[in-house]
């Protein structure tokens, strides 16, 4: 062969491994690596279930709950990291040290009565002795609260304001009532039981503490009564665990993360906040095993101390040095994933919803795309959900990490287009148990979880084999044939160069 069709043949080839991965239709199969495909049918509901059921016994061996500094959730990182170490994961708990409030009052005082009023977690404290204002009741609807114009027809200055928890954030509910003149909020729990170990999303601007559905049902009888509002609280250093655990195999500069929150809230065993998430991801991790065949590596994370603020993930990320944190390609999400009346949310990484916080860093969009194109390969569509901070991206996409994940839904409540779409019931939550004893077993969708799982295994497992349309670092193979095509072309033009001096 000549010096020119040698160097025509190579260019061909060279065309060939630029050309873009065509984008497939919606079918059976998702398009992707064969060992995505391959994890995604090992990772199976009932393995994932297993978890659950042990999350569960757990959580009864230990006062009902797997809450950040309990035994509970002491429990539930040595069986996630025992697994793990098991599987031959190389595995660490890393410690981080927070501030935890120490409740000083905690009372809510009306007519001569006490009611346990606790205050939410970036919530400012009262002063010493308390506030007093009028009781004002909002009026209860879907959504009490979420709305400016549910302050309306009453004056709200200088009060109290009584709001039943659901429908919105605590913050938006806090805020509204702020900005209606209140000097201070109760938020009355939805569900039986008090409301606390809750976060307003951002520092408040008000006093704002929870107090029980009965307390709640009860005071709103009271309304237009005084009411002496007490709560207060000092901080002391408290130390918890994370779980961290990476592939052996992989490349250690383009990590590609995954995480789930570990802890449930005191009041119940949080089986699907957040034990969903963890068990899928858990057992995404053991099916996939410690030495896949992946170009880059592959570290999993179990937080702590989510419930609290944040604090596991937002502690481990700012631990990192600026290198360390180059070197992880992306951060994957999972925080409740088989919510009973199920949404499939995906973490809107474009911004195409123009709702909320924004797009996430340069990469976030390719996620989102990632999770929807393997549903849409599933006949099962999807919604966007904004990165609104309530969950551990947080610190990830704080720092330009590009982010991505999963969601089924909390206390939002499911439209009747959304019930159409996927089934369950319209004007309840997705979750009628979130934050509440009865997130048990008992409170799970597990058509949501399997298919939820699946997408899990897949998404991780392919990024695990290649980051290029994140953040443009191609495959193994793509490289080799890189370098096999740029020796071919030297090759090839020293071979011409010699012909025209020989011509």
């Known amino acids: 062969m000549s010096g020119r069709s040698k160097l025509a043949a190579v260019l061909a080839i060279s065309a060939l491994v630029a050309a873009p991965t065509a984008t497939a239709s919606a079918a059976a199969e998702p398009a992707g690596p064969a060992l995505a495909k391959k994890l995604a049918k090992k990772v199976t509901v009932e393995g994932v279930n297993r978890h659950l059921i042990a999350f569960q016994r757990l959580a009864d061996r230990n006062g009902g709950n797997r809450a950040a500094l309990t035994p509970g959730y002491d429990a539930s990182v ?46 400012p404290q009262t002063p010493v002795g308390g506030i007093t204002g009028t009781l004002r009741v909002v009026p209860e609807d879907t959504t009490t609260g979420c709305e400016a114009t549910d302050f309306a027809g009453q004056n709200f200055a200088g009060s109290i304001a009584l709001i039943r928890r659901g429908g919105c954030t605590f913050e938006q509910k806090h805020l509204n009532a702020f900005n ?35 307390d709640g049902t009860t005071l709103a009888s009271k309304a237009g009564a005084s009411v002496t509002v007490d709560m207060r609280f000092h901080t002391e250093t408290v130390t918890q665990r994370n779980v961290i655990a990476e592939t052996r195999t992989g490349r250690k500069n383009n990590v590609v993360m995954a995480g789930s929150h570990l802890d449930s809230v005191e009041l119940g065993p949080g089986i699907n906040d957040n034990g969903s998430g963890s068990a899928a991801l858990l057992e995404t991790a053991l099916q996939l095993g410690s030495k896949p065949k992946v170009d880059n590596a592959i570290r999993f994370a179990w937080w702590g101390a989510e419930e609290r603020g944040l604090i596991g993930s937002e502690e481990w990320v700012r ?34 919803d123009a709702v909320g916080a924004g797009p996430g860093p340069f990469g976030s969009a390719q996620i989102e795309k990632a999770f929807a194109d393997y549903f849409a390969a599933k ?125």
């Open 319 to 352: 631990s990192l040095t600026f290198e360390q944190q180059l070197d992880i390609a992306l951060y994957l999400n999972f925080d409740m994933v088989g919510s009973p009346n199920a949404a499939y949310f995906i973490y809107d990484g474009d911004d195409s």
């Open 379 to 503: 006949g099962v569509p999807t919604e966007g959900t904004d990165f609104s901070g309530r969950s551990d991206y947080g610190e990830f996409i704080a720092q330009g990490i590009p982010a991505g994940g999963l969601f089924t839904g909390a206390e939002g409540l499911k439209t009747a287009a959304q019930a159409a779409k996927w089934g369950g019931t319209a004007g309840i939550a997705y979750d009628p148990c979130y934050h509440a004893k009865c997130d048990n077993l008992g409170n799970i969708d597990r058509v949501a979880l399997g298919r939820n799982a699946g997408a899990i295994a897949f998404v991780t497992a392919a990024y695990g084999v290649s980051t290029e349309d994140v953040n443009g670092v191609p495959p193994r193979q793509k490289r080799a044939e890189a370098r096999k095509s740029a020796t071919l072309m030297k090759s090839a033009s020293a071979d011409t160069h010699s012909h025209a001096a020989t011509s």
């Open 78 to 123: 040595d069986y996630v990291a025992g697994k793990l170490r098991d599987a031959g994961f190389i595995v660490t708990t890393p410690n981080f040290s927070f501030e935890v409030p120490v409740n000083d009052a905690e009372t809510a005082r009306v007519d001569g009565v006490n009611y346990q009023a606790i205050v939410m977690i970036e919530s």
């Open 180 to 214: 209606a003149g209140a000097i201070g909020v109760l938020v009355s729990n939805n569900t039986a039981g008090p409301l606390k170990d809750v976060t307003l999303t951002n520092p408040g601007k008000i006093p704002t503490g929870g107090i029980s559905q009965a």
